[in-house]
């Protein structure tokens, strides 16, 4: 997918007077932000399940290569193939083979960020083959020519009229009197006219949402059942799934269940868990008579043994977006390609370079509610603030922003320098705010901060001089001394 | 495919080399191990509970994941409990038989002649089926179905209403002792590899896309209907 990450600044300007897009991120901060606490709320083992989760997929990784030997093993010994792909253009070469060697016409697709992350419609399309997604969310952003805003909830950004008026400009040949307000309407329309396609296509991918080593299975983890149609229905599945979708064992995945859906939706548990090992057997009544997995790097082995190999524990929950301030403000698009949020500002700068993304580490307050809700405990914050230093380091900044960081860095490793200029400072602007306690508006270029919001102003004097008339200790002596 | 193993060497190549360089090793022993035994992590106390519980608590989870329940003595009263559903939901009288020989050897001339019943696959045109659920989670109240010749895929998926078998006898705690289950099946039949398809399912199909309004019936069944059956008389 082509990246607009570099035009983030403006990207994220314009979805904050976007009144659809504002509505829609409205309801998401509620909807799946109160469903997980109630979820969390009722398992009392779920920040165990949290470390548990964690340490699998530690080990995973660090024997990761024995994993996808046994996993590759164990598919081709019951009649799959196992294909590998170094980067994007193999995988869409890969999958664009097998599809012509069945001759396919149209091909129908379960929900895969990794399809997106490859291009791979672009690509099948190219070659006048006919794709469809079934995912409701994935179909309503094809029909709209869109990129997925969210990992979990692709059309969030989406309102329903919009919706309607989508589905009536695609579905020409049903009656255009028909009723479309409502949403069981959209979804009982989309059932219907994605039911056929199920049945004509000749080829199902999907993505997977673990690859078990043991048993040489791949797991889909939906709501809708639309994975399932489209991968028990054509002769051909594909699965298309990056390297650290692999987990050991069936009780591993149970384990890493547990914590997947009630971090994602607040579900106990999705709809539909599909475990699917190999083509179908001879004596089954249905199910396809090739099984394929596709195996993508495009740049996650060499974040093994570096300080990102923690984020190939994320399980794309979308956990950390829910409950990100900057995504809740700017929704997915702003982020300018297939991974957005916290975890897309990690992911982001690993995959097309800190040169291309280095906005989006910088796109984050550091509140830290990403890490503290994210089931697999990957340091979000941490990771970003690698990537600032990188592109500190490589001379990425504009020089305005460089200058800023000096000064800051030489003031802040002399305390003295340090408390007299934020004391001057801190009653310097208090008595500017006019007693008010904040700026509505600031002059220059620092009036672009309170376009959308308001700045706070200091309450008249620094932390500091607040903390010593308190009485509280500012030497390491003194502290220690208070403590005795 | 000798660009595939270009491609599969390579990858191995870089994985080895990042690992390397980060002062990862590889524990080829504890994986073994792992493999071997594939051990259970915590399990959460939630489902370990008396058999006559651990049903109740599969009902309630089930029931709060809008699937609905009904309690039978036998598997002698399934057709009559099918014939009610049908009526009360006014769905025609014709519904998709999986192949086990549990539902077709069933007394239906007796309760229920005016059902007709069709086995095997589903094309799509089904709007009701019937199947026997392998097992029953209790921990988020979840049916267990695998692929097999009794056990057609399409049958969970492609009708609106799926209705489902469960022994109260074959429900377990945690998804972990179904997996015990399954493990044990396949040796007993001298099999190597799982089914090709197991199904794990919670509820009927739902969506969440249309402004996170919760819908039930996006592709898969509109209607999940649970007939618990207490003995196996």
């Given amino acids: ?484 | 495919m000798e660009k595939n193993m270009e491609a599969r060497n390579q990858i191995f190549a870089s994985i080895r080399r990042s690992k390397e360089r980060g002062g990862v090793k590889s524990d080829p022993k504890a994986v073994e191990k792992r493999l071997a035994e594939h051990p259970s992590g915590l399990i959460p106390k939630r489902s370990q509970l008396e058999k006559a519980e651990q049903v109740n608590l599969f009902q309630k989870m089930a029931e709060n994941v809008q699937a609905s329940v009904v309690r039978l003595k036998s598997d002698r009263e399934i057709p009559a409990a099918v014939s009610d559903y049908l009526a009360q939901k006014n769905l025609p009288a014709r519904v998709k038989l999986s192949g086990d020989e549990r539902l077709s050897n069933l007394p239906w001339s007796e309760n229920a002649s005016h059902i007709s019943l069709l086995e095997g696959a589903s094309g799509g045109d089904d709007l009701v089926s019937l199947a026997v659920s392998f097992a029953g989670i209790a921990e988020t109240g979840t049916l267990v179905l695998h692929s097999g010749p009794k056990g057609p895929t399409t049958l969970n998926f492609l009708p609106e209403t799926h209705m489902v078998v469960l022994r109260e006898s074959d429900i377990v705690g945690a998804y972990e002792e179904a997996w015990a289950r399954i493990r044990k099946q396949q040796a007993d039949k001298g099999e190597e590899f799982l089914p090709r398809t197991v199904n794990m399912i919670t509820g009927p199909s739902r969506t969440g896309d249309i402004e996170q309004t919760i819908l039930l019936g996006a592709h898969g069944p509109h209607a999940l209907h649970i007939l618990m059956v207490a003995d196996d008389a």
Wanted: proline content about 5%; glycine content about 8%; charged content about 25%.
């Fill in chain 1, 1 to 484: 997918m082509q990246s607009t990450t570099r035009n983030f600044k403006n990207n994220a300007s314009e979805a904050l007077v976007n009144d659809n897009l504002q509505e829609a991120l409205g309801k998401l901060k509620v909807g799946f932000v109160e469903r997980r606490a109630a979820a969390a709320e009722k398992l009392p083992e779920f920040d165990a399940l949290r470390d548990q989760a964690r340490d699998i997929k530690n080990h995973t990784l660090q024997n990761i290569d024995l994993y996808l030997e046994r996993f590759e093993e164990k598919v081709t010994a019951q009649g799959g193939h196992v294909h590998w792909a170094r980067n994007s253009h193999e995988a869409c070469q890969t999958i664009l083979e097998i599809c012509q060697s069945v001759n396919a016409k149209m091909v129908t697709k379960g929900k895969s960020m990794v399809s997106e992350e490859i291009g791979l419609n672009a690509a099948l399309e190219k070659t006048g083959l006919e794709v469809v997604e079934t995912d409701l969310g994935e179909y309503i952003i094809q029909l709209r020519k869109e990129a997925p805003s969210h990992i979990i909830a692709p059309a969030v950004h989406v309102l329903k009229d919009e919706v309607e008026a989508d589905f009536r400009d695609a579905h020409t040949d049903l009656d255009p009197d028909r009723q479309l307000e409502e949403p069981t309407q959209l979804v009982h329309e989309a059932r219907e006219v994605l039911r056929q396609k199920y049945l004509d296509s000749d080829v199902g991918i999907t993505g997977a949402n673990f690859l078990v080593a043991e048993t040489g299975t791949s797991i889909i983890v939906t709501n809708e059942g639309n994975g399932d149609l489209t991968q028990t229905l054509p002769k051909v599945h594909i699965v298309i799934a990056s390297m650290e979708k692999i987990i050991p064992t069936l009780e591993d995945t149970s384990a890493v269940l547990r914590v997947l859906a009630r971090s994602a939706t607040g579900q106990e548990f999705t709809s539909y868990t599909t475990f699917s090992s190999g083509p179908r057997r001879e004596e089954d009544p249905d199910g396809p008579d090739q099984y394929h997995v596709v195996i993508l790097d495009n740049g996650r082995s060499a974040m093994l043994g570096t300080e990102f190999q923690d984020m190939l524990r994320c399980i794309r929950c979308g956990a950390c977006m829910n409950h990100c301030p900057v995504y809740g403000a700017v929704g997915g698009h702003a982020y300018g390609w297939v991974y957005p949020g916290p975890m897309g500002s990690v992911l982001t700068p690993s995959f097309i370079g800190v040169e291309e993304a280095g906005h989006l580490p910088n796109a984050s307050t550091f509140c830290g509610r990403c890490e503290e809700v994210c089931p697999m405990r990957i340091p979000l914050p941490k990771m970003m603030r690698h990537y600032r230093q990188k592109e500190f380091e490589g001379n990425m900044n504009a020089a305005p922003v460089r200058w800023a960081i000096k000064a800051y860095g030489f003031m802040a490793t002399r305390p003295k320098l340090w408390h007299m200029i934020t004391g001057v400072k801190a009653k310097f602007a208090y008595t500017l705010s006019g007693g008010k306690g904040r700026f509505h508006k600031l002059p220059l270029w620092m009036g672009e901060w309170t376009k959308h919001r308001d700045f706070p102003a200091s309450q008249g004097s620094s932390f500091h001089s607040q903390w010593k008339k308190k009485g509280g200790a500012t030497t390491l002596n003194e502290l220690k001394k208070g403590a005795e």
